[in-house]
């Protein structure tokens, strides 16, 4: 499926086994381009592939993904060293990198695979992820915003997408990206 199983940008590897002491993370921030981007950009991450996670469907491919029927979400694993960037400091890009108010859509992105999502590894995660919502849905109340609507559920299967997706907008610098936040910071 890869033509390259090395990172475009990081050089390093996009498969397992990650470097040790290193972490996972699942994000769904609408367009995985722009949300891959902007993880790959961040000290402390190691390496940040797309793929499809949350549908009914093995393997999927983006055609059928696409279609809204497989009911996979967009989304950008994270292999982070926690020693360098905390679970918690992803939250925070993740909040303000995106609207998470949005329901099925990132801007004009419409569909089931555009959806806000945290896809949490550990029990230790999807707590920290339960407090940054209501956290930053305080932050959102204080602008006036509407309410998150961001699925924080365990993380289910990962399968990657195709090799011309990763690392897209590094590859394709004027592609698009519907990628944008809310304006609001996060603020603990």
């Known amino acids: 499926m890869h033509a390259s199983t090395h990172h475009f ?18 994000f769904g921030m609408g367009c995985f381009w722009g949300a891959e ?21 093995a393997n999927p ?3 059928e993904v696409c279609t809204g029927f497989t009911g996979h979400n967009e989304v950008v694993r994270v292999v982070f060293d926690p020693e360098r960037i905390t679970y918690d ?18 801007g004009n992105d419409i569909g089931t695979q555009y959806r806000s999502g945290i896809y949490t590894c550990s029990e230790t995660q999807h707590q920290q992820a339960l407090l940054s919502r209501d956290r930053y849905q305080a932050c959102l109340n204080r602008a006036g915003r509407a309410t998150i609507t961001t699925e924080i559920l365990p993380a289910p299967e990962f399968y990657l997408a195709e090799a011309y997706h990763q690392q897209y907008l590094a590859k394709n610098p004027r592609g698009y990206c519907g990628l944008g936040g809310t304006g609001v910071r996060f603020e603990s």
Request: glycine content about 14%; aromatic content about 12%.
């Open 9 to 26: 940008v990081l050089k390093t590897s996009l498969l397992p086994p990650f470097p040790d002491g290193c972490e996972l993370a699942l």
């Open 37 to 57: 981007r902007h993880f790959w950009q961040q000290p402390g991450v190691q390496v940040t592939t797309v793929g499809y996670a949350g549908g009914q469907l």
């Open 61 to 63: 491919g983006y055609s």
């Open 89 to 106: 400091r992803l939250l925070v890009l993740f909040w303000e990198g995106h609207d998470p108010t949005q329901g099925m859509r990132q």
